[in-house]
């Protein structure tokens, strides 16, 4: 089965592709991971996008798209996959499309915009050993500092509240859209994101039948 995951960030896709990776047995292909592999393996694709990022810019979408037809030739792909993280844009969709990759279903985990910022803003890690924590939801025994380690705790810049407010809105401008586009092919699975991880996860195996 080739899977898509959409959702903000923060709302817990990535926990969502290891279930359906364990349940089904296909590789969960993260865009971010998929960059770094290419670049470690010295691929055509990833020596490009290597250039890009050591000048400081973005990798634009038809290396990254390179890098995906480059990874979904790969043996463990054959049974199927689960792309996370990737398209991010319409036209990134239509260059998947273009490339006769064939989608099954799209899986969109929904999470409001605010119960997101929360979960995210109050996240804390561990920059030594990267141990997570809430300090609402996973407390440390020791406020700011690490249970495993004992290193300090910190707010990543990604968890900052203005640094998570200016993620969703760009994902409600570029991302969001492409709900609508898998839509028109019938193949968009809604799931409700809820608070206890496992009632998503059946949910979301759910979808995966429908």
Do not use: W
Not at 136 to 162: A, F, I
Not at 168 to 193: F, N
């Amino acid at each position: 089965m080739n899977l898509i995951l959409l959702g903000a960030p923060g709302a817990g896709k990535g926990t969502q592709a290891e279930k359906i990776c364990e349940k089904l047995s296909i590789p969960a292909i993260s865009t971010g991971n998929m960059l770094r592999e290419a670049m470690a393996n010295g691929t055509e694709m990833g020596l490009q996008a290597k250039s890009f990022i050591d000048a400081g810019k973005l990798v634009p979408d038809e290396v990254v798209i390179g890098i995906i037809r480059e990874r979904l030739t790969a043996e463990d792909c054959r049974n199927g996959f689960i792309l996370d993280g990737f398209p991010r844009t319409i036209p990134q969709a239509e260059a998947l499309d273009n490339m006769g990759v064939r989608i099954d279903k799209v899986i969109d985990i929904e999470v409001p915009d605010e119960k997101i910022a929360a979960r995210l803003s109050g996240r804390r890690v561990c920059l030594k050993c990267g141990a997570t924590y809430h300090t609402e939801y996973k407390k440390p025994k020791t406020e700011g500092v690490c249970d495993v380690c004992g290193d300090e705790l910190v707010q990543r810049k990604d968890d900052m509240p203005e640094t998570v407010l200016d993620r969703l809105k760009t994902y409600h401008e570029q991302t969001e859209p492409l709900k609508g586009y898998y839509e028109k092919k019938g193949i968009l699975r809604v799931v409700e994101g809820q608070e206890d991880v496992a009632d998503t996860t059946a949910l979301t195996f759910k979808a995966l039948e429908d």
